[in-house]
């Protein structure tokens, strides 16, 4: 490869991430919370803005928040502004609390304001599990898993969000769910089948054949389900798949647990 190779491969890398504008939640768990929060300093191209929980900021090294070099919002004026700006939100540490607060529709700091709001202006958002999951093994190792109908709480707390359209993830899939939805990249769109048409007709019924097939396959596609998120995890898959097959709009990421999940089941994706 010659230096303007080189040069034209570290350039396709790097605009993807120029001025990037992402709004970071962070409250005040511990489940994770270096690594998640270390992971995102690793994309130094990336405009973050960020709102702490008091929590958080007595519980979190200072040190890492200085190392993704992001602005601090701290009032409602700036924090309307920036969701309103923000190309994605993201949520790498989510306590019980911040989950249910939200979930019940309380709205008493920055956080659950922000949260609220971003999903009544039907921001996308991604939020990590972990600190508040009663399956994570670090919750378990502490104990924090043992009341079955206070993990259920928690469960429904999440359908709620989700079903406000908040995307979660769990911390083993951060790393990758993140680059991808940075770079924009997906799995490879299949092709569709081309329309073959024989030599005898003419150039009009070639078009009035192409229209009628063209209307055919968009009323096949009208009967399949497809799926409409921008992030496919595994708890999507069973809600899209369809003999055998998931099919996705274009840009969709799949997190590497789904991808997984798909290879193992010898399940085709499907980008429409």
Same mark, same amino acid.
């Given at each position: 490869?010659?230096?303007?190779?080189?040069?034209?491969?570290?350039?396709?890398? &790097?605009?993807?991430?120029?001025?990037?504008?992402?709004?970071?939640?962070?409250?005040?768990?511990?489940?994770?919370?270096?690594?998640?929060?270390?992971?995102?300093?690793? *994309?130094?191209? !990336?405009?973050?803005?960020?709102v702490m929980s008091e929590a958080a900021a007595s519980?979190?090294?200072?040190?890492?928040?200085?190392? =993704?070099?992001?602005?601090?919002?701290? $009032?409602?004026?700036?924090?309307?502004?920036?969701?309103?700006?923000?190309? %994605? &939100?993201?949520?790498?540490?989510?306590? +019980?609390?911040?989950?249910?607060?939200?979930?019940?529709?309380?709205?008493?700091? =920055?956080?659950?304001?922000?949260?609220? +709001?971003?999903?009544?202006?039907?921001?996308?958002?991604?939020?990590? +599990?972990?600190?508040?999951?009663?399956?994570?093994?670090? /919750?378990?190792?502490?104990? *924090?898993?043992?009341?079955?109908?206070?993990?259920?709480?928690? $469960?429904?707390?999440?359908?709620?969000?989700?079903?406000?359209?908040?995307? %979660?993830?769990?911390?083993?899939? *951060?790393?990758?769910?993140?680059?991808?939805? *940075?770079?924009?990249?997906?799995?490879?769109?299949?092709?569709?089948?081309?329309?073959?048409?024989?030599?005898?007709?003419?150039?009009?019924?070639?078009?009035? /054949? #192409?229209? +009628?097939?063209?209307?055919? #396959?968009?009323?096949?596609?009208?009967?399949? #389900?497809? %799926?409409?998120?921008?992030?496919?995890?595994?708890?999507?898959? /069973?809600?899209?798949?369809?003999?055998?097959? #998931?099919?996705? /709009?274009?840009?969709?990421?799949?997190?590497? =647990?789904?991808?997984?999940? !798909?290879?193992?089941?010898?399940?085709?994706?499907?980008?429409?």
């Amino acid at each position: 490869m010659n230096m303007e190779e080189i040069i034209k491969s570290i350039v396709r890398q &790097i605009l993807p991430l120029i001025n990037k504008k992402i709004l970071i939640f962070i409250s005040g768990g511990k489940v994770n919370a270096e690594s998640l929060i270390s992971t995102l300093s690793d *994309f130094e191209l !990336i405009d973050y803005n960020i709102v702490m929980s008091e929590a958080a900021a007595s519980v979190i090294d200072k040190r890492l928040i200085e190392k =993704l070099k992001g602005r601090i919002i701290d $009032s409602q004026d700036k924090l309307n502004e920036t969701i309103r700006s923000s190309e %994605f &939100i993201l949520i790498p540490i989510l306590t +019980r609390n911040t989950l249910s607060k939200v979930a019940l529709g309380i709205e008493d700091n =920055l956080i659950t304001i922000g949260i609220a +709001r971003a999903i009544m202006l039907s921001k996308e958002i991604i939020a990590v +599990r972990d600190s508040y999951d009663s399956q994570n093994s670090i /919750n378990i190792s502490e104990g *924090f898993s043992s009341n079955l109908a206070y993990n259920s709480m928690l $469960s429904n707390h999440e359908k709620i969000l989700d079903s406000f359209g908040v995307k %979660f993830i769990d911390s083993s899939e *951060f790393r990758e769910t993140i680059q991808d939805k *940075f770079y924009k990249s997906s799995l490879q769109p299949f092709d569709k089948k081309k329309v073959d048409i024989p030599e005898r007709y003419t150039e009009s019924n070639k078009k009035e /054949n #192409i229209a +009628r097939q063209n209307k055919l #396959i968009e009323n096949k596609k009208e009967e399949r #389900i497809i %799926f409409n998120s921008s992030i496919l995890t595994v708890k999507d898959i /069973n809600h899209t798949l369809e003999d055998g097959v #998931i099919r996705l /709009n274009k840009g969709t990421i799949i997190t590497p =647990l789904a991808k997984d999940y !798909i290879y193992n089941n010898n399940l085709r994706v499907e980008f429409c």
